[in-house]
Nanobody
Framework: VQLQASGGGLVQPGGSLTLSCAGS????????TGWFRQPPGKEREFVAA????????NYAASVKDRFTISRDNAKNTVSLQMNRLKPEDSAVYFC????????????????WGRGTQVTVSS
């Protein structure tokens, strides 16, 4: 199983960015796919997840109403649309895939992609 996260970059506060996670060796629709982020000097934290064929979705409180997670089953990708970005959203963002319903916990995920840097700054 391989995951590849992309789409990071530098954006001004209030701006938008879309991250994408492409997977191979596993169909995302049969698993939970999560986004986590690690701000500088801090621990990695849960951001959002989408799971199973029903597409059940969870968000961290800090991003709810600003971020949208979605999945394209045909392309086997999961995207994270990030709007109204704040400096505190700056972090390395990781996508991960796993098979338990505890989607906010890192232990759920057995496959991780390399991170993509998101910097929100003027």
């Amino acid at each position: 199983v391989q995951l590849q996260a992309s789409g990071g970059g530098l954006v001004q506060p209030g701006g938008s960015l879309t991250l994408s996670c492409a997977g191979s060796g596993r169909r995302f629709e049969n698993y939970a796919t999560g986004w986590f982020r690690q701000p500088p000097g801090k621990e990695r934290e849960f951001v959002a997840a989408i799971r199973w064929s029903a597409g059940l979705i969870n968000y961290a409180a800090s991003v709810k109403d600003r971020f949208t997670i979605s999945r394209d089953n045909a392309k086997n990708t999961v995207s994270l649309q990030m709007n109204r970005l704040k400096p505190e959203d700056s972090a390395v963002y990781f996508c991960a895939s796993g098979s338990t319903p505890l989607v906010t916990r890192e232990v759920t995920y057995d496959a991780w992609g390399r991170g993509t840097q998101v910097t929100v700054s003027s």
